[in-house]
């Protein structure tokens, strides 16, 4: 995908759901940070906000095996924000895909439904250096 191609859909992106999926992220993020013991998760969902605000040309790959500690808070995360968060690109997924140029946009938010469901042990990177979650 060339740069042009990118940049077009990142703006229309933002313009039709980037900007308030990647609201809800700030807002976790912030209350995260609020209650001291979360500030990990905090800073995930801020981490997140920024590819939810400009997706295209990046990808989400795992950082590595993950330890009980991150397990453990990926289901505090699924069951307080991350579930929520889904559903909020779930219900902004689907009208994208009413209009032919809305299908890419549409398939992006669901490929976001991973990483916010579960953000720990994940790192945002750009996409020309991976084909799918395999570094070239």
Known sequence: MTDLVRGILNIIWLLFGGLWLALGYVLAGIICCVLIV???????????????LWPFGRTVVDNGPVGAFSTLGN????????????????????????????????????????VS????????????NYIGNVRR
């Open 75 to 114: 289901i505090i995360w699924i069951i307080f924000a991350g579930i929520w968060i889904a559903i909020g690109h779930v219900v902004t997924a689907i009208p994208m895909f009413v209009s032919i140029i809305g299908i890419p946009l549409g398939i992006a938010n669901l490929k976001m439904i991973p």
């Open 117 to 128: 469901l579960m953000p720990l042990g994940k790192v945002i990177v750009p996409s020309d």
């Open 38 to 52: 979360t500030i990990p998760f905090g800073i995930a969902s801020f981490r997140i906000a920024g590819y939810a």
